[in-house]
């Protein structure tokens, strides 16, 4: 869905518009950041006016990419269904598996009704309910978007966009903002239906949180990750003596590279990001210690942006794969980043080891992006790597669509490459 809220080229990204139609309204949603109050629900419509021709087919290029559909007379769609209750319908179920092609296959699930991570396809939600530049300088609201109160947007009682990322052929939901900001409701019943419509949910912190006076102090983010994961389990992360079974990876920090310019990093440098980094890490594998919560098959990463940028240790100079060896580098000897792990070294290595993956954020092209990244990879295999974020900036539908099978056809093939989450239904 387009970023109202940003205005400016931040509008470019959206698959969805917002109508004119409202739906209803959310529930109160708020965080530490954010008053509570409700919002206006406003139906879908794939119609970007502010772009031309084909570059505004983008909803119909990822599902002709994922063998999914675009149907507007869904549920959550202008002139669409009426949202309906109880939550189950036949409509939902015929939404959950979309059709294959040459470049998705039918899903091989597991226990809990989930697919594999790879190939991913994956879509970033932050679905935020403003139709106007700053929400009309009403304030923002909060951008935890899997607090209950958010419901009729997400959830099949209103609009379903869950539903609607499963129908365009999606098996994964990329969040920002899901532990860190402290809301008040429950998040379970988010993590119940993206299981029940079968996404994989990839969940990210707050990563303000660390440029917070008040938080992390010299970037050692350790007391504000593990309280903020433990703050989740109380939430709805934690079922049993396990992560939620939807929960496929956790995003400790997306784009710290920047923390380089933040005023909090005195002297500037990379130590910033990479302290951050790890100390991120090891307060959320002391969380779960502490909350006897098992890792199962939830994955860690960080999503570095493409920026062209030199890893800590010097031995790197390239887009996002400079952050591919800041964490090799930290595993290695945290004291690069002036670090020393609560978590004894040889957790903290074997957590890197069996549970990292390599991340980050591009607006480029995938024939670029892959071959700045698979030149350098035999230095991070066989730890896999995903594109968090790809944006697909001003480019025309059979661009996105070509990216799309050329990265589903490379994931496929069961390597390194995990797949790429398109940037964005709204954020």
Not at 58 to 66: E, L, N, Y
Not at 105 to 130: F, N
Not at 278 to 283: E, H, K, Q, R
Request: contains cysteine; negative net charge.
């Amino acid at each position: 869905q387009t970023t109202y809220w940003k205005g400016g080229a931040e509008m470019n990204f959206g698959l969805f518009s917002l109508g004119t139609d409202q739906l209803g309204e959310t529930g109160e949603v708020c965080d530490k950041l954010s008053s509570c109050r409700k919002w206006p629900v406003h139906c879908l419509s794939t119609e970007l006016t502010w772009l031309s021709g084909t570059v505004a087919q983008r909803a119909q290029a990822v599902a002709d990419a994922w063998g999914g559909s675009v149907d507007p007379l869904a549920i959550g769609f202008c002139g669409g269904a009426t949202p309906e209750q109880p939550a189950e319908t036949s409509q939902t179920t015929s939404l959950m598996v979309p059709a294959t092609t040459e470049t998705t296959v039918a899903p091989t699930l597991d226990g809990d009704g989930l697919p594999p991570l790879q190939p991913l396809r994956g879509i970033a939600y932050g679905a935020l309910p403003c139709t106007e530049h700053d929400c009309g300088g009403t304030g923002r609201p909060s951008e935890n978007m899997l607090q209950e109160g958010y419901a009729t947007q997400w959830g099949p009682s209103g609009r379903d966009d869950l539903a609607a990322m499963a129908a365009l052929g999606a098996n994964a939901v990329r969040l920002y903002h899901s532990m860190g900001v402290e809301p008040r409701d429950s998040h379970a019943g988010f993590l119940d239906r993206a299981q029940n419509v079968r996404l994989n949910v990839i969940a990210g912190y707050h990563t303000e949180a660390a440029n917070e006076p008040s938080e992390c102090p010299a970037y050692d983010c350790f007391d504000t990750w593990k309280k903020a994961t433990l703050k989740g389990f109380e939430l709805g992360f934690q079922k049993e003596n396990a992560w939620h079974p939807a929960v496929a990876t956790l995003i400790l920090l997306n784009e710290p590279d920047f923390f380089e310019h933040a005023p909090k990093c005195q002297p500037s440098g990379p130590w910033c990001r990479v302290k951050a980094a790890l100390s991120a890490m090891d307060g959320v594998l002391a969380a779960e210690k502490e909350a006897g919560v098992k890792a199962g098959r939830v994955k860690l990463t960080v999503t570095w942006s493409f920026a062209m940028t030199t890893s800590i240790d010097g031995k790197v100079n390239g887009p996002g794969i400079f952050g591919f060896q800041d964490m090799v580098a930290g595993i290695a000897d945290p004291s690069l980043a002036y670090y020393t792990p609560r978590t004894p070294q040889a957790d903290m290595e074997e957590a890197f080891k069996s549970r990292w993956v390599h991340g980050l954020n591009t607006q480029a092209p995938w024939s670029f992006v892959d071959e700045m990244v698979t030149k350098e990879y035999a230095n991070f295999a066989p730890v896999p790597w995903f594109i968090g974020e790809y944006g697909g900036n001003g480019q025309d539908k059979a661009v996105i669509q070509s990216d799309l099978e050329s990265m589903q056809k490379r994931a496929s093939e069961g390597e390194d490459f995990l797949g790429a989450a398109f940037f964005q239904f709204q954020t």
